[in-house]
């Protein structure tokens, strides 16, 4: 059994889209872009290069083929630590497959849960997002974000991945006083064993910020 600490309501009230990229408003009614939009702007040049050599018919299928398995490996890892006893029931078995590998990770590092899927923000960030996972791994508290890959990813390659984890940990931090200076990014692996990521928040959240004012500038040009 996982124990939970703390149970936070949404400090995000609500979400949008708008051209198509999610935006949350806080209950002050401020409209952030969320933390996975900001960092878009790493690889949408790369995404077009790939669209345009596979064919757009066939990048559609491998996206919505990702996306869906995704979502589903996250929710047996959201399930599975909120205690549901049928957590696996009703689940597609490529997800069950992929989740077993990161099971006996998290049964073993993970415990003293914070928060699970919660909207979050930052005004400092001017920045939301809704993280997977802050709880204690291997003793310390940290943001814990779920990932799912066909490949095994080189640490270089998922830098994005540290940036995105490292805003939450500041958004977290911002709306509860809880210091969070841990990131962690598991990724379960189609057809090999499950990858652990650990590392330093402050090592990559001045790159978030640099991506965000990237961001609004864009945005602003657009």
């Known amino acids: 059994m996982f124990k939970t600490i703390y149970e936070y309501e949404d400090f995000a009230q609500s979400t949008t889209n708008e051209d198509g990229s999610r935006v949350y408003v806080n209950a002050s009614g401020v409209a952030y872009p969320s933390a996975t939009t ?48 049928d957590y696996l029931q009703k689940q597609m078995p490529d997800a069950i497959v992929m989740f077993k590998t990161l099971q006996p990770l998290l049964n073993e590092y993970v415990n003293n849960i914070h928060a699970l899927e919660v909207p979050l923000y930052s005004d400092y960030l001017r ?16 943001v814990i974000d779920f990932k799912t890959s066909s490949k095994p990813k080189e640490d270089k390659w998922i830098e994005n991945y540290y940036m995105q984890c490292s805003a939450y940990a500041v958004m977290f931090e911002e709306r509860t006083g809880i210091p969070v200076p841990r990131i962690v990014v598991m990724i379960a692996v189609d057809g090999d064993k499950a990858q652990i990521f650990v590392k330093k928040r402050n090592d990559y959240i001045d790159g978030f910020i640099k991506y965000r004012d990237i961001y609004e500038e864009l945005l602003n040009v657009d």
């Open 38 to 85: 900001v960092l878009s702007v790493l690889s949408k040049d790369s995404i077009k290069e790939w669209r345009q050599r596979v064919g757009e018919e066939e990048a559609n299928r491998i996206s919505s083929k990702a996306a869906g398995r995704g979502t589903r490996v996250h929710t047996l890892c959201e399930n599975y630590l909120n205690n549901q006893e």
């Open 127 to 142: 920045t939301a997002g809704r993280v997977d996972c802050i709880a204690e791994f291997d003793g310390a508290i940290s």
